[in-house]
């Protein structure tokens, strides 16, 4: 199974922009729905954004849809969430994430727990918004 190295979190203020990376080891990338999940101090972890296999398919939570956008590229083992005119509530710790099914990035979370039956995870990186 792949790998997953997370990196591009930081201290952003209000209305800035980050671009997060989720760089993945071995030849399997391809085969993997990528997406990121993010978890605020004593909340559950939530879905963000994911997206499908060839990148055509992407799902957006309601609280980052028009602001967040997901890509990825198979070619680099690399997906990226661009995320623009943050706010205070967007700080968290963020992490990404790699499913062979595509559920997620179709549908979105089949409940509040989805990210209990993830396996594979990014190493987590911390975005912090500042009013």
């Known amino acids: 199974q792949v790998q997953l190295v997370e990196s591009g979190g930081g201290l952003v203020q209000a209305g800035g922009s980050l671009r997060l990376s989720c760089a993945a080891s071995g030849r399997t990338f391809r085969h993997y729905a990528i997406g990121w999940f993010r978890q605020a101090p004593g909340k559950e972890r939530d879905l963000v954004a994911a997206i499908g296999l060839s990148g055509l398919r992407t799902y957006y939570s309601d609280f980052v849809k028009g602001r967040f956008t997901i890509s990825r590229d198979n070619a680099e083992n690399t997906a990226w969430l661009q995320m623009n005119s943050l706010k205070p509530e967007d700080t968290a710790v963020y992490y990404c994430?790699?499913?062979?099914?595509?559920?997620?990035?179709?549908?979105?979370?089949?409940?509040?727990?989805?990210?209990?039956?993830?396996?594979?995870w990014g190493q987590g990186t911390l975005v912090t918004v500042s009013s």
């Open positions: 994430y790699a499913d062979l099914a595509e559920t997620m990035a179709t549908t979105g979370p089949p409940d509040m727990l989805a990210y209990r039956n993830v396996k594979v």
